[in-house]
């Protein structure tokens, strides 16, 4: 009997543990932090071994296989070990993808990725087609699959996930992008990352599609550089392509096998630039999975974003407040400020992952009225727009960086809270940055209508 090592029990361990129990493997799992109670328990009721707080190096590298978390990098001992040894290292994803008899929409990108993977599943399923939603978005595929398949499954893919891809082949795989993020888990090699994210491709057929972004450099750079087997449909929000999607006189239009549809922009939910390139990936990719016209407007004008992304948190004596905490990236928080024409408090900081400020510095004049920086070290973002921005100022306290953006923005504008950083050094996650923004949001609304 296959013998399988999972290493990490978060939500991809766990569903890919239930799943390969399903199938007959041996199975044994490692956590080196510690496994919640209702995880071990179903791993208790399925007889699954496993152990917490250290990892059983010998134990793991006698198995056949290890389905790592995306969270744990290839450097990390015991995974060199094991890939030294010749043992297969592959994530969730990847084994997923051998028990399921679904049409495959794969999306990856540095931004955007979220967006367009929900919008795809709304537009599939509210046009009535059997999908399924999973990757780093939702839940895990793996424990999908023990109880249903579908005929089409929309997939975010992190490139994380994608390093541990092999034979995962996408029928439909989707690059919004490629800026420098994450750079510390690739030997801050941009070069690196974008070699990561191009594996998503790397198992593709004549017979798949591929779309990308034509003027996105990073994913030109790629394309450069690997063959790519599968149709290759291009996005555009600044001219017309032959085959792909593009902008052109108020509508998005859609051009696949000498077929046209148009769809006007005014009907999209949500808004703002990049949300008009989410759209257009999201629409090519459901005419390719047979919605119509008709379905996707339905589906384009019913569309709610997940949140943290420029999401409106409430209006407050005449200013508005954006939640954009999911703007962990100089490119985000580009998409972000370009959103708005009126002046805006900007509310930034936290974790940098190596960032130039570069791109902003043209974008935030006559535009940001203050810069609140909000994190622990903040001397590199005063020095980006320290001669730039006419006021900065800095906290750690989310209620007083919201405090502060209402005094600083006299009544008018927005006050943004797009950090273009990681979230780790006061915050646990970005979503929890987002909601304590939200929440301190809510009661300074209260505090003066008292």
């Known amino acids: 009997m296959k013998t399988i090592a999972i290493i990490g029990a978060g939500e991809s ?9 399903r199938k007959g493997y041996g199975l044994f799992v490692s956590e080196m932090g510690t496994i919640s109670a209702d995880r071990k328990s179903l791993l208790e009721e399925n007889a699954i ?7 059983s190096e010998e134990k793991i590298l006698d198995a056949d296989m290890i389905i790592k978390s995306p969270g744990i990098p290839t450097q990390a001992s015991v995974i060199s070990k094991a890939l030294d040894k010749g043992i297969a290292v592959v994530d969730e994803l990847e084994f997923a993808h051998h028990f399921s008899n679904g049409k495959t929409i794969a999306i990856t990108g540095t931004n955007g990725k979220t967006t367009t993977t929900l919008l795809i599943y709304h537009l599939l399923k509210s046009a009535g087609i059997d999908v399924g939603l ?3 978005v939702g839940k895990s595929w793996a424990g999908q699959l023990i109880h249903e398949d579908h005929a089409w499954w929309v997939i975010e893919c992190s490139s994380f996930q994608i390093d541990g891809m092999q034979a995962f082949r996408p029928d439909v795989a989707i690059l919004t992008n490629i800026t420098p993020d994450h750079l510390d888990r690739y030997e801050y090699q941009f070069d690196n990352y974008i070699a990561s994210k191009f594996r998503l491709f790397q198992a593709q057929k004549q017979k798949d599609f591929s779309i990308f972004y034509d003027q996105d450099e990073g994913s030109k750079k790629g394309i450069g550089r690997q063959k790519i087997r599968s149709k290759k449909l291009w996005i555009s929000l600044e001219h017309e392509v032959e085959n792909g999607a593009f902008v052109q006189d108020g509508e998005f239009v859609i051009r696949l096998q000498d077929e046209e549809v148009r769809i006007p922009i005014s009907s999209l939910s949500i808004k703002g630039k990049h949300n008009r390139l989410n759209a257009l990936f999201a629409i090519t990719a459901a005419r390719i999975a047979g919605a119509s016209r008709e379905q996707i407007l339905d589906g384009i004008q019913s569309f709610e974003n997940a949140p943290h992304r420029m999401e409106f948190v409430g209006m407050v004596d005449g200013v508005r407040f954006t939640n954009d905490s999911k703007g962990t990236n100089v490119e985000a928080t580009t998409y972000a400020l370009e959103s708005y024409d009126e002046p805006i408090v900007w509310i930034a900081g936290g974790v940098d992952k190596g960032n130039d400020y570069t791109a902003l510095k ?5 535009r940001v009225l203050a810069l609140i920086c909000l994190g622990k070290e903040n001397q590199k973002l005063k020095q980006a727009f320290e001669n730039i921005i006419p006021e900065i100022s800095e906290t750690q306290d989310i209620r007083e960086a919201v405090r502060k953006g209402l005094e600083l923005s006299a009544g008018k504008g927005v006050v943004l809270l797009s950090p273009a950083c990681a979230s780790f050094d006061l915050f646990k996650n970005y979503e929890d940055r987002g909601n304590q923004f939200r929440e301190a949001v809510k009661k300074l609304k209260i505090e003066l209508n008292a």
């Open 13 to 21: 361990g766990l569903g890919a543990a239930m799943l390969a129990k």
């Open 49 to 55: 071994p496993y152990e917490e707080g250290g990892h």
């Open 134 to 136: 999973a990757g780093n």
């Open 362 to 366: 043209e974008l935030v004049k006559n």
